[in-house]
């Protein structure tokens, strides 16, 4: 109950008042929370930006448009629905565009990974609210600068995410440009492993460069799916960042007892014949792999084409937030929502 009051302070008033749909539920990640206590930041909420910023976003402090207007919102993933839901709840007449036939972004992926279910909760508890707020959602519609500005917007919100490389390029090895022989093997995306999964055939390696939840939880998806699974990475342990989650000591030993082979600092140096090279970062030795597909969850890039479309044809105010902006995490989109609707 105490993460629970970070990501709702009012959560038993509402259960008392019988208003459950309104409660904003946590969603277990431990990310604004106990994650930041153990790097000594001061503690937070991954859905409730106001937790901790009390005194500047708390209760009470949510002020009504001096001038209410029109906003255009491009993208229903946490960043962009959280700016819809704010900048309504003051005030202003709110359309989001979303090219998927559902909100939540890359959330709704998240929460099909094993035992992540309550990411679901996200797009849950939005749904909910922009309704309340009279916010207009429309799924399934590709936004294009012609019919942005067709909508007469005084205000743009561009929160359209980012798409996963499929290079193979790595930062920490700057000489080349990608993993040699990656065109001789099938090469998929996490969001395309989650979604089809037979689509990796028998044997994977997933190369994991972020030391978050996602490599880890590809690999126990997998595996349940009867995979031959080996996750590599080239920092001091995979899935580093989950030590101060505290989820590191609960995927461990599930993957391993799937039988999941997990090697840390290593490189896929080169891909022929169906093996992947996987050579020690340090020069200790290599061995191969047998693989049917490879999953990158390297970097990311800004998926900025409606950003710069509309930059020079668009008079009004036009913003750019969440991983359009710079691809991070869940916590830094909220909160970028929650300021700029404040702002608008």
Not at 88 to 112: K, S
Not at 243 to 251: F, K, P, Q, R, S
Not at 294 to 323: K, Q, T, Y
Request: net charge negative; with cysteine; proline share 4%.
């Amino acid at each position: 109950m105490v993460r629970a009051h970070l990501a709702d302070p009012f959560l038993v008033k509402k259960a008392q008042a019988g208003d459950v749909d309104d409660i904003r539920e946590c969603v277990n990640a431990n990310q604004g929370c106990l994650s930041r206590l153990f790097k000594g930041r001061a503690i937070t909420c991954t859905v409730n930006p106001a937790s901790g910023r009390e005194a500047e976003w708390g209760h009470g402090t949510l002020e009504d448009a001096s001038a209410p207007r029109k906003i255009v919102v491009v993208g229903a993933g946490p960043a962009g629905l959280k700016a819809a839901e704010v900048a309504a709840q003051r005030g202003h007449q709110v359309v989001v565009f979303e090219r998927e036939d559902e909100i939540g972004g890359n959330v709704r992926y998240a929460a099909r990974l094993p035992r992540r279910l309550r990411w679901s909760l996200v797009a849950k508890r939005f749904d909910h609210s922009l309704r309340a707020a009279g916010v207009d959602v429309r799924l399934g519609v590709e936004a294009t600068p012609d019919l942005v500005l067709s909508e007469a917007p005084d205000a743009v919100v561009v929160a359209t995410g980012s798409t996963f490389d499929t290079d193979g390029f790595s930062s920490a090895l700057g000489f080349r440009p990608g993993i040699p022989g990656l065109e001789t093997t099938i090469v998929l995306t996490p969001i395309e492993a989650i979604t089809d999964i037979e689509r990796c055939g028998d044997r994977v390696v997933i190369v994991d460069e972020s030391e978050e939840y996602t490599g880890l939880g590809l690999a126990e998806m997998l595996a349940e799916a009867g995979k031959k699974v080996e996750i590599v990475s080239r920092h001091l342990a995979v899935g580093a960042n989950l030590v101060t989650t505290a989820d590191l000591g609960h995927i461990y030993p599930r993957v391993t007892g799937l039988g999941v082979t997990i090697t840390a600092q290593h490189i896929v140096a080169d891909i022929s014949g169906g093996e992947a090279v996987v050579a020690n970062m340090w020069g200790a030795g290599e061995h191969r792999t047998e693989l049917d597909s490879i999953v990158l969850n390297m970097s990311r890039s800004p998926r900025r084409e409606l950003f710069d479309g509309l930059r020079d044809r668009f008079d009004g105010e036009l913003h750019r937030i969440g991983d359009c902006l710079s691809p991070r995490h869940v916590d830094e989109a909220v909160y970028e929502g929650e300021k700029l609707g404040r702002a608008l």
